[in-house]
């Protein structure tokens, strides 16, 4: 088959290699029909995350119909449209018997650190992903959902990440009504934390980013307010639009390869000399009030960086985080969708053969040509 390789930091390709088999009763076979890039799988491209080996592929975002399916993979069948969540869960340990699936303790037994990922290095299991046109999908009747016939393969595959993370993000600010959000990140994670937040009942929205069209999209689709860090300082502006006490709540939806700092660009991001740039993060504490909570999305890879904790200390904040245990919200998330509530499909602005994907991620990567959020199509055009 083919499928994406990588080639090492900064370099991917598309390249042949043996079509994945059975390797478990519980296994099933899954032709990719579409594969978003997401901004994590940045991390792996830029070498930022630890044991991301030549030739693996990425790919944690994926939909598709099923082809073969292992004799204990039950309720599942070929022919079935599949949703994947990005974490793989096995659904019979201590933590997926409590909705916690982003912390399966079988699924990647050899790390304390995360559960297994889907095209995340061998940190989280050193599975293969899902940019190819088929993927070997364990624990299949667990974490995959069946499609509903009225939701098309663009909506779905949104909600194998982006939109489940940042639906989670807003519910972990604990909102009750009117309260003040500040949103560091409009790609897609933070531009559906926005919308969630406003479901949960946010008065306020406010997005930082630099990037202008990224930040025209927050307005015009999020209903946020927007804050350019290129030209404001972001903690003097939120601390003036709040009369000077901070945000309610703040979420870091960048991660670690965040910009804003020159120093923390070259310590982390460049250099690697800790695990990324914490620019993002250190704003939150610093925009959020005293006794604020700060949620936190963005991804950052071991073992350590220059986080500000002292801040967050001081001012008494509450802090939460975690990868999203995206199977529990799914029923929700697809009512929203189908309800007509939320229109995930609207981030897609860039659709690619799976052969052109080294030129997808390089316009992703980039922020080129209104680029919000893109996938591949390993399989061709004809989605449902």
């Not at 009225?150 to 990440?161: E, F, K, P, Q, Y």
């Not at 316009?363 to 209104?370: I, V």
């Amino acid at each position: 088959m083919r499928a994406l390789t990588y080639e090492g930091p900064y370099r991917v390709g598309v390249k042949d290699k043996p079509d994945p088999r059975i390797e478990h009763p519980q296994d099933a076979i899954l032709r990719v029909t579409c594969a978003a890039i997401c901004g994590s799988d940045l991390h792996l491209l830029h070498g930022l995350v630890p044991d991301t080996r030549i030739g693996s592929t990425f790919g944690h975002e994926i939909v598709g119909v099923v082809e073969e399916v292992g004799p204990e993979a039950n309720g599942i069948r070929p022919g079935d449209r599949l949703l994947v969540p990005f974490n793989i869960a096995c659904g019979a340990c201590w933590f997926c018997e409590r909705g916690l699936t982003a912390c399966c303790e079988n699924s990647n037994p050899s790390s304390d650190v995360a559960c297994g990922v889907f095209g995340y290095s061998h940190t989280t299991g050193g599975y293969d992903g899902g940019q190819a046109e088929y993927v070997r999908v364990p624990f299949a009747a667990v974490g995959p959902e069946r499609i509903p016939d009225d939701v098309d393969d663009l909506d779905a595959v949104t909600l194998t990440d982006a939109l489940p993370t940042g639906y989670q993000g807003a519910e972990m600010c604990d909102l009750h009504g009117g309260e003040t959000v500040v949103v560091f990140g409009a790609g897609p994670v933070g531009l559906f934390a926005m919308k969630s937040a406003w479901l949960m009942g946010a008065g306020r929205v406010i997005a930082v980013d630099r990037v202008g069209y990224r930040l025209d999209f927050a307005r015009r689709w999020a209903g946020a307010e927007t804050l350019d860090f290129d030209t404001v300082d972001v903690v003097t502006a939120v601390k003036d639009a709040t009369g000077g006490r901070g945000a309610d709540a703040s979420i870091d939806a960048v991660g670690c390869e965040a910009a804003g700092s020159p120093m923390q660009r070259a310590v982390g991001v460049l250099g690697k000399a800790v695990a990324g740039s914490s620019v993002a993060l250190n704003w939150c504490f610093h925009v959020t009030r005293k006794g604020g909570t700060v949620s936190v999305l963005g991804v950052y890879g071991p073992p350590f960086n220059l986080v500000d904790f002292g801040t967050a200390m001081n001012k008494c904040q509450t802090i939460r985080t975690g990868q999203c245990s995206v199977k529990r919200y799914l029923p929700r998330l697809l009512e929203h969708v189908r309800e007509g509530r939320l229109d995930p499909k609207a981030l897609i602005t860039h659709r690619y053969p799976l052969e052109q994907a080294p030129h997808a991620y390089h316009q992703f990567a980039q922020k080129r040509d209104g680029c919000i959020k893109a996938v591949l199509l390993p399989h061709g055009a004809t989605l449902h």
